[in-house]
Each structure stands twice: as C-alpha cells, then as structure tokens.
T-cell receptor, first 114, second 111 residues
C-alpha cells in the first residue's frame, strides 16, 4: 500500500518571501507520479505541479518548483515570491503507474501575511 | 482548464430527503471519482468508476450510491439524507495513471 504524509498542518510566510512545504511518501513501486494540488478557500482544487518518478530533473512551473528526492521518498514544494493568492490548502498526492486511485496527504494550510 | 462540472454548488436540505449530486465531464475520461471533504480537511475517496457500468466503493464507507451509465456522467445519490452527511463532495476525473481534474464541489448541509 502507498502512503503520503504531510507533516506540516499549517505554514505561514510573509508576502514576497519563499516557503517550502514538505511531503514524504512510501511505495515499493518504481514507476509513479507525484503531484501538488492547491485548494483555495471555497474554490476549486487545481493541479500546481507534476513530477514523473523516472525523471531526475525537478519540475518547475513559474514560481513553483519541487525538490524530488527519490531515494529519500521526499517531494517538497517551494513557492518563491509568495503572493496573497497563494493562500490555500496544499495537497501532495501519489499515483502508481497504471493504478486507478490517487493517494493524498493530509494537506498543509498555507497563510500569506501581507 | 479542466471541463468538469458539479451541480448544485450549494444544497441545504432536510433530514430524510433523497438527493442526487450531479457530476459531468467533457474530457472523455474513463475514470471518475467522488471524494468527501470536511472544510479544510483531507479528502476521503468514497466511490470511483473505471468506465461505463463499473463502480467501486472507495476507502471511506459511505451510505451514498453512484451510477455510471454514460462516460461523461457520474451522479451520486443519497436515499435518505442525515445531518452526518453534511460535508463537501468533490467529483474528479482522469485518464489512467494520470492527474485528476476536480470539479468545483457541492457543499451539502442536512438540517
């Protein structure tokens, strides 16, 4: 069975600064995908970034980047130049290649202080 | 932008009523999912479907039922709503082994 753990229930950061959200996972499979999702208050869940396990290069999407450490089974999300609109719940998720279901972490609530 | 829709967005209903939450997607995805989520909390998978005429129960036991008669449509039904069913219900769809696209959710309150 796969598990995803987000050990930080809440994080806060000053606007324009950088914050890193942690995620660790456990799986015995070698082919899988990892995701970070963002859920703003009362708004739709959207995909922030995706990482294929076979790729060594860390994924980047504008101000969002990941630090993927496959051996350590770690997948942290770095948000640079934080903006007020980044305030949301962030969920880390894992899916095994060919599997039907995503496995989600517990979520981290990110607050941006102006 | 993902094309997945849920109606209604908000529903307040009395105990004992039958309700159906609608979910539709226009991406042709075979896989569809229903999650239950209390505000600010983690997601719990309650139902999923591999394709037409296939449905499976998720990780969290639920009194709701689902059907999948058409690829694009995956409604969830509660035969007799109770206050314990008060929650947010999220629908999602995906291709095999890929990211899921989420609808806007239905926030259900049972009084």
């Amino acid at each position: 069975a796969q598990t995803v753990t987000q050990s930080q229930p809440e994080m806060s950061v000053q606007e324009a600064e950088t914050v890193t959200l942690s995620c660790t996972y456990d799986t015995s499979e070698s082919d899988y995908y990892l995701f970070w999702y963002k859920q703003p208050p009362s708004r739709q869940m959207i995909l922030v970034i995706r990482q294929e396990a076979y790729k060594q290069q860390n994924a980047t999407e504008n101000r969002f980047s990941v630090n993927f450490q496959k051996a350590a089974k770690s997948f942290s999300l770095k948000i640079s130049d934080s903006q007020l609109g980044d305030a949301a719940m962030y969920f880390c998720a894992l899916i095994i290649q060919g599997a039907q279901k995503l496995v989600f972490g517990q979520g981290t609530r990110l607050t941006i202080n102006p | 932008e993902a094309d997945i829709y849920q109606t209604p967005r908000y529903l307040v209903i009395g105990t004992g009523k039958k309700i159906t939450l609608e979910c539709s997607q226009t991406m042709g995805h075979d896989k569809m999912y229903w999650y239950q989520q209390d505000p600010g909390m983690e997601l719990h998978l309650i139902h999923y479907s591999y394709g037409v005429n296939s449905t499976e129960k998720g990780d969290l036991s639920s009194e709701s039922t689902v059907s999948r008669i058409r690829t694009e449509h995956f409604p969830l039904t509660l035969e007799s709503a109770r206050p314990s069913h008060t929650s947010q219900y999220l629908c999602a769809s995906s291709e095999v082994g890929s990211e899921q696209y989420f609808g806007p959710g239905t926030r259900l309150t049972v009084t």
